[in-house]
């Protein structure tokens, strides 16, 4: 199965932008539905967006819809998450995580089958 690794979290003011990747391993990047979640100290893990193993499906949580976009590189195997008009509730460690059907693209934390080990994102009022 794959492994994934995020990068590219900061610390940014409110309003700003900035854009988490997540690489992944393997040769059956493809074949995976990826998906983006969230998690604030003090709170459960919430999902943020997902993408099916071709990127034609895509789907948002309502408190990032119009302000974050998910896509995925096959050739580079990763999946990558922009963030715009960034809020100071938008702070959290990012995950990344793989879903075996590639027609996924779940909200459900538990369709997941492989996690990264997360990258903090911090937007300062």
């Known amino acids: 199965q794959v492994q994934l690794v995020e990068s590219g979290g900061g610390l940014v003011q409110a309003g700003g932008s900035l854009g988490v990747s997540c690489a992944a391993s393997?040769?059956?990047?493809?074949?995976?539905?990826m998906g983006w979640f969230r998690q604030a100290p003090g709170t459960e893990r919430e999902f943020v967006a997902a993408i099916s193993g071709s990127g034609g499906t895509t789907f948002y949580a309502d408190s990032v819809k119009g302000r974050f976009t998910i896509s995925r590189d096959s050739a580079k195997n990763t999946v990558y998450l922009q963030m715009n008009s960034l809020k100071p509730e938008d702070t959290a460690v990012y995950y990344c995580a793989a879903d075996r059907d590639a027609f996924g693209a779940s909200v459900r934390r538990n369709n997941y089958d492989v996690w990264g080990q997360g990258t903090q994102v911090t937007v300062s009022s």
């Open positions: 393997g040769r059956r990047f493809s074949s995976y539905a």
